[in-house]
T-cell receptor
Framework: EDKVVQSPLSLVVHEGDTVTLNCSYEVTNFRSLLWYKQEKKAPTFLFMLTSSGIEKKSGRLSSILDKKELFSILNITATQTGDSAIYLCAVAKTSYDKVIFGPGTSLSVIP | SQTIHQWPATLVQPVGSPLSLECTVEGTSNPNLYWYRQAAGRGLQLLFYSVGIGQISSEVPQNLSASRPQDRQFILSSKKLLLSDSGFYLC??????????FGEGSWLTVV
C-alpha cells in the first residue's frame, strides 16, 4: 500500500532557528514529490521535486529529494512567526496521476 | 490563467441530510480533478479522483460519492450525512503529471 510519512508531526521553535522537516515514502510508480504550506485554509504550493540531489530554493526555504533512499527534506532557515503552518508532503504517481499526502508537520515559531 | 472555485465555503448540516459540494475549474481543459478531506489537525485524505468526464476512482469506502458531469466540474455528494463526515473538504485540479492546485475549501459540520 502506498504510504507517505512525515516527521516530526509537530515542532515548536524560536524565531531565528533553522528547522528540517522530513518526508519519506513508499509508493509505486513515483512521478514527483510535492511540498505545500497550509495556514488557515487551502494548501499553497512550495516545491515540486523530480530528480535526486537537485536542491530547490525559494528565499529561506529549500528542499531536496533522494530517490534512492525514498525521502525528502524541507529546510527553513532563520524562521519567522509567519512560517507557522502545517507543512504537507505529497507524492504524485504516474498511474492515473494520483497524489497522496502525508499527515503533515505542524510548525509553530514563537517570538 | 487557471482558477478553481469551490462552494459553499461553510455549511452546517444535520445528520441524515444530503450533501452537495461543487467545484469548477476555469482556464484549462481536461484536468485531473480531486476531492480530499482533512480532519482537524490532520493530513489530507484522498477521497476521489477523476481523469476525465464520467471517470471516477474512489479511494475509501464511505457514504460519499463523486460525479464529473462536465470536463471542468466535480461534485461531491452524500445522500445521508454521518457525524464522521465533518471536516474540511478540498477540491483540487492538476494539469497532466504536474503540481496540484487547491480550491478554497469547504468546512462541513454535521450536527
Amino acid at each position: 500500500e502506498d504510504k507517505v510519512v512525515q516527521s516530526p508531526l509537530s515542532l515548536v521553535v524560536h524565531e531565528g532557528d533553522t528547522v528540517t522537516l522530513n518526508c519519506s515514502y513508499e509508493v509505486t510508480n513515483f512521478r514527483s514529490l510535492l511540498w505545500y504550506k497550509q495556514e488557515k485554509k487551502a494548501p499553497t504550493f512550495l516545491f515540486m521535486l523530480t530528480s535526486s540531489g537537485i536542491e530547490k530554493k525559494s528565499g529561506r526555504l529549500s528542499s531536496i529529494l533522494d530517490k534512492k533512499e525514498l525521502f525528502s527534506i524541507l529546510n527553513i532557515t532563520a524562521t519567522q512567526t509567519g512560517d507557522s503552518a502545517i507543512y504537507l508532503c505529497a507524492v504524485a504517481k504516474t498511474s492515473y496521476d494520483k497524489v497522496i499526502f502525508g499527515p503533515g508537520t505542524s510548525l509553530s515559531v514563537i517570538p | 490563467s487557471q482558477t478553481i472555485h469551490q462552494w459553499p465555503a461553510t455549511l452546517v448540516q444535520p445528520v441524515g441530510s444530503p450533501l452537495s459540494l461543487e467545484c469548477t475549474v476555469e482556464g484549462t481543459s481536461n484536468p485531473n480533478l480531486y476531492w480530499y478531506r482533512q480532519a482537524a489537525g490532520r493530513g489530507l485524505q484522498l477521497l476521489f479522483y477523476s481523469v476525465g468526464i464520467g471517470q471516477i476512482s474512489s479511494e475509501v469506502p464511505q457514504n460519499l460519492s463523486a460525479s464529473r458531469p462536465q470536463d471542468r466540474q466535480f461534485i461531491l455528494s452524500s445522500k445521508k450525512l454521518l457525524l464522521s463526515d465533518s471536516g474540511f473538504y478540498l477540491c483540487a485540479w492538476s494539469p497532466r503529471g504536474n503540481t496540484i492546485y487547491f480550491g478554497e475549501g469547504s468546512w462541513l459540520t454535521v450536527v
